[in-house]
């Protein structure tokens, strides 16, 4: 047996295709969304968690220094799209509701939400972290999806659209690395379906309710009623989840890295995609 690395090689990166400049910022029709409560907070809420980036980026790029052209798509690409994802929300929220202080709000969710960050762990292999980049990735392409169907307002559409298309990128990126890694670290279905696992148990909300809490105490300068408040939200998303989240897709994508052979990622995807609907439900 050899012990021969195969270096990584990955697809030339996918040009990024739209800037906050040259959106059409003139189409906006603000009344259509000024007085949806339930818009502002999920645009703002992203806007946060995008913009914030940065944070955990080193300890991915750390994670896979020996990978350089890895590295240099994180860098050059992957990073400034996620956060031109936040700059492009951050002057939809600012344009839209300008009574809202961004900056502030934004600094005052930074400091809680950096303490978080800081403990959160990758996977240890390189196979794993990169099938949880995949659960990441599944979970805003879908979110950007769903945002891009419940907007009634053309511009928002445009951008939900456009950072959904970068979402989807990322993970085909991913993808292919982890294809890469699952080869050479021989890493068995078992061991991917635990990174997924442990990576889709860490979505469950923390990040969204703590950003909800600091976007709702600037807005509403009732911080005593955050609870009810966000329960109210939460219900509101959750119709909009039974009505826009593409649960196929996302079931689809989840599975891909467990490499099924077609007739069983068939049958799991029909198996899993109403029960995934009915888990958010509950
Ligand atoms: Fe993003
Ligand atoms: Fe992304």
């Known amino acids: 047996m050899s012990d021969t690395k195969t270096p990584l090689e990955l697809p030339p990166a996918r040009p990024t295709t739209w800037s906050v400049d040259r959106l059409p910022w003139h189409e906006l029709e603000r009344t259509s969304v000024a007085d949806d409560e339930m818009l ?37 690409h992957w990073q400034p799209e996620e956060l031109q994802h936040g700059v492009a929300l951050r002057r939809y929220v600012e344009t839209v509701w300008p009574a809202f202080p961004w900056e502030e709000a934004y600094n005052a969710f930074f400091a809680e939400y950096a303490a978080l960050c800081n403990e959160s762990a990758l996977e240890p292999s390189h196979s794993g972290e990169m099938a949880a980049r995949c659960i990441v990735e599944t979970g805003t392409s879908s979110y950007y999806t769903m945002l891009r169907e419940r907007s009634p307002e053309p511009l928002l559409k445009t951008i939900a659209g456009h950072i959904r298309n970068d979402e989807v990128g990322h993970y085909k990126y991913f993808y292919h690395a982890f294809l890469h890694y699952a080869r050479e670290e021989k890493s068995s279905r078992r061991q991917t379906m635990g990174a997924l696992w442990r990576r889709i148990r860490e979505a469950n909300g923390e990040d969204a309710y703590v950003a909800f809490r600091h976007v709702h105490a600037f807005h509403t300068h009732r911080p005593e009623h955050v609870d009810e408040d966000y329960r109210a939200f939460r219900r509101n998303l959750d119709e909009a989840l039974q009505k826009h989240f593409p649960f196929e897709m996302a079931v689809r994508m989840t599975l891909k890295p467990l490499e099924l052979p077609a007739w ?16 958010v439900a509950s």
């Open 264 to 279: 069983a990622e068939r049958t799991s995807t029909a198996l899993l995609t109403p029960l995934a609907r009915r888990f």
């Open 40 to 76: 502002f907070y999920m645009v703002a809420t992203a806007s946060f968690v995008e913009i914030t980036t940065d944070l955990y980026t080193n300890n991915l790029l750390d994670h896979y220094r020996g990978a350089p052209p890895l590295l240099e798509w994180l860098v050059r």
